[in-house]
C-alpha cells in the first residue's frame, strides 16, 4: 500500500532560524496537502499543491511539490515559538480520494 | 459558521465493550472521513463517506463499521474493543474533489 514518510522526525531549532521537512510518497500523487497540529489539538489545513514542482507561499512557509510528484517540502523562515507543532504532510493517488497522512515532522522551538 | 463537532470528546471503556462515536460536518460538506491517531503517530485512514456511501476503507478489523445519515452527519462503531484502540478518533468533513479536509477536536478514547 502507499506509504508517506516524512523527515526529520523531529527538529528543534533556535526562534529565528530556519525549518524544512521532506516529505517522500512510494506511489506518484494526484495532489499533497500539509497540516499542522499544535500539541494536544488537531490537524489544521494547511495548503494543498496540484502542479508537478508547484511552489506556493504563505508568509514565512514555502510549500513545494516535486517534479515526479513523488515528494513534498515545507520550509519556514525565521521561526517563531508560535510554529511549535507536528507538520505532516497527506497524499492522495489518482482515482483515490483517500488521503494518507505522512509520519510527521515534530519542531519544538528553543526561544 | 460552527466547525466539525465531535461527540463525545473524552471516553473510558473496558475491553470487549463497544464504543459509538459521533461527527456533524460542516455546513455543506458532504464527505466525511475517520482517522485513528495513536499518540506520536500520524493520523490513520480509516473510513470514508460521501453522500451515505462508502468511499473508502483503510486496513483496520471488521470491529470497525462507519455509516452516514441523510444530514451528512455520521457515526463511528467500534465492537469488542482492545487495549490497542487507545487513540485519538478524528473526523474530517470536506467538500468533494480535491479540498483540504477540516478536523474536528477528535475524541480520546482510552480503553482498560
Known amino acids: 500500500g502507499q506509504q508517506v514518510m516524512q523527515i526529520p522526525q523531529y527538529q528543534h531549532v533556535q526562534e529565528g532560524e530556519d525549518f524544512t521537512t521532506y516529505c517522500n510518497s512510494s506511489t506518484t500523487l494526484s495532489n499533497i496537502q500539509w497540516y499542522k497540529q499544535r500539541p494536544g489539538g488537531h490537524p489544521v489545513f494547511l495548503i494543498q499543491l496540484v502542479k508537478s514542482g508547484e511552489v506556493k507561499k504563505q508568509k514565512r512557509l514555502t510549500f513545494q511539490f516535486g517534479e515526479a510528484k513523488k515528494n513534498s517540502s515545507l520550509h519556514i523562515t525565521a521561526t517563531q515559538t508560535t510554529d511549535v507543532g507536528t507538520y505532516f504532510c497527506a497524499g492522495r493517488n489518482f482515482g483515490n480520494e483517500k488521503l494518507t497522512f505522512g509520519t510527521g515532522t515534530r519542531l519544538t522551538i528553543i526561544p | 459558521d460552527a466547525g466539525v463537532t465531535q461527540s463525545p470528546t473524552h471516553l473510558i471503556k473496558t475491553r470487549g465493550q463497544q464504543v459509538t462515536l459521533r461527527c456533524s460536518p460542516i455546513?455543506?460538506?458532504?464527505?466525511v472521513s475517520w482517522y485513528q491517531q495513536v499518540l506520536g503517530q500520524g493520523p490513520q485512514f480509516i473510513f470514508q463517506y460521501y453522500e451515505k456511501e462508502e468511499r473508502g476503507r483503510g486496513n483496520f478489523p471488521d470491529r470497525f463499521s462507519a455509516r452516514q445519515f441523510p444530514n451528512y452527519s455520521s457515526e463511528l462503531n467500534v465492537n469488542a474493543l482492545l487495549l490497542g484502540d487507545s487513540a485519538l478518533y478524528l473526523c474530517?468533513?470536506?467538500?468533494?474533489?480535491?479540498?483540504?479536509?477540516?478536523f474536528g477536536s477528535g475524541t480520546r478514547l482510552t480503553v482498560v
Open positions: 455546513s455543506g460538506h458532504k464527505s
Open positions: 474530517a468533513s470536506s467538500l468533494v474533489g480535491n479540498y483540504g479536509y477540516t
